[in-house]
């Protein structure tokens, strides 16, 4: 375009669809790298937001159920038996530790101090696998963050 022609008509040549027409290939790429990131994150940050919260409120009503003081196998009747797999948080725990106890139990020629320990080990496999799933794709949160400020640095000495 002609330079007379901008700047006579100056609200065009700062129109953002102008200034992205305008911009060189590797401005384009930066600037679809950064909208690719900005998406993912957003929707990463939403889905454990409400991974989060949904989380939080099944632990609140084990926890209630749990310390009610009712009967371990009735609370493992309910807890484990709508579909034990999909059960996360404290539940998981307690389903893991009680299917070992249950397990371990009824083995012959196995002391108190070796249930005791498979149930320990049972739920800290249990307990790793639930931090494992509410961490997942924090890498990629942390990656975008700590990278963003030289991105838009990049940015500045480019221009």
Do not use: C
């Amino acid at each position: 375009m002609d330079v007379a022609v901008e700047l006579a008509n100056p609200q065009q040549s700062m129109s953002i669809m102008h200034l992205i027409s305008q911009a060189t290939p590797l401005v384009k790429a930066v600037m679809a790298l950064l909208m690719l990131a900005s998406v993912v994150s957003w929707a990463l940050i939403f889905q454990k937001w409400n991974l989060i919260r949904r989380a939080r409120a099944e632990a609140d009503n084990f926890e209630d159920a749990f310390w009610s003081g009712g009967d371990l196998n009735k609370l493992y009747a309910e807890w484990g038996g709508r579909n034990a797999d999909d059960a996360t948080g404290m539940s998981s725990i307690f389903i893991a530790g009680y299917r070992e106890y249950s397990r371990l139990y009824n083995k012959d020629g196995i002391s108190r101090g070796e249930i005791t320990d498979g149930v320990q080990r049972a739920m800290r496999v249990a307990l790793a696998q639930e931090i494992e799933d509410l961490e997942s794709g924090l890498s990629f949160l942390a990656t975008v963050g700590s990278t963003s400020p030289y991105v838009g640095l990049f940015g500045t000495v480019w221009g």
